[in-house]
Each structure stands twice: as C-alpha cells, then as structure tokens.
C-alpha cells in the first residue's frame, strides 16, 4: 500500500471479509443462547450484518474495486475464541453472559474498524461513502449498546 486510497481499499475487504465471517458466526451464538431477548439480538444483528455487508458491496462497486481479496484475521481470531469459549462454558447462564462478553469484542473491533474507514473516506473526498459507513458504524454501536443492557440488565446477575 502505497497511500491513502489503497489503504482505505484494503480496509474496506478487510471489513467485508469479518461481516461475511460473522454470517456464519452469528447463527452459532444464536443457537447457544438460552435467554430470548439475548437470541433475538443475534437473530436482529445477523439480518443487520447481511444489510452492511450489501452496504460494502455498493461502495466497493462505486470505487470500482473487490470487495473481496482481503482475509480479516482478527474478526477469524475472535470467532475462534467465541467459538473456544462456546464449547468450554458451563451452565446457560454463563454461556450468556460470555456470549454477549465475546459479541461485545467483535463490535468493538467492527467499531473500530468502521471508524477508522469512515475517517479515511472524508479524507478521500467520498462524503456519500462516509455517510453509508457512518450507517453501518451507528448500527454497531447500537448493537454494543443493546448487549450492554442485556448484560447489565440481568444477564450477568443470573451468572453469578
């Protein structure tokens, strides 16, 4: 990479390759949840994930690039250690309350990655591009906000 503008291209299939990782992450938690408002919110983020990633799509058509190409090994590291923690947990209660704990590092990295990007697109001059990555970065943080009032509302309590 050689500027700007081929950095944001990586970022952008780097941040297409975890949305598509968590298609097929996301069912998985699911399934292991036991409380219905904690499943319904990965059932919600998986239809809202599958909309980010079309939102990818558009963007990388209008610059004229891949959308694929890039391999995010951090999102394929923190599928992992969902994945680890899925088959280590004991009880339902704690199987929740360390779903949301890993769902909540996925959308602090989606966070960061989705900040970063749409930061780089005001500097590149493409404002309708920021808008539609500003979209998808209000929708994580609204995913990480509602984890939280799971969590604190009454998932980690039911854990002790």
Do not use: W
Not at 54 to 64: A, D, Q, S, T, V
């Amino acid at each position: 990479m050689k500027d700007l503008k081929e950095l944001f291209e990586h970022q952008l299939q780097d941040l297409y390759s975890a949305e598509n990782q968590l298609v097929v992450a996301l069912p998985k938690m699911a399934k292991k949840a036991s409380d219905s408002k904690l499943k319904k919110a990965f059932e919600d983020h998986l239809e809202e994930t599958k909309e980010q990633k079309e939102r990818l799509e558009e963007i990388c058509e209008e610059l004229g690039i891949e959308p694929d190409g890039e391999k995010c090994k951090a999102m394929e590291g923190l599928i992992k250690e969902a994945e680890s923690f899925m088959q280590e947990a004991e009880g339902k209660e704690v199987m929740d309350a360390g779903l949301i704990a890993e769902a909540q590092r996925v959308e602090h990295y989606e966070i960061s990655g989705y900040g970063t990007a749409v930061r780089f697109a005001k500097e590149l001059g493409h404002n309708s591009i920021a808008k539609k990555l500003q979209q998808t970065l209000d929708e994580e943080y609204d995913a990480d906000n509602k984890l939280d009032e799971l969590a604190e509302g009454r998932l980690n309590k039911k854990a002790k």
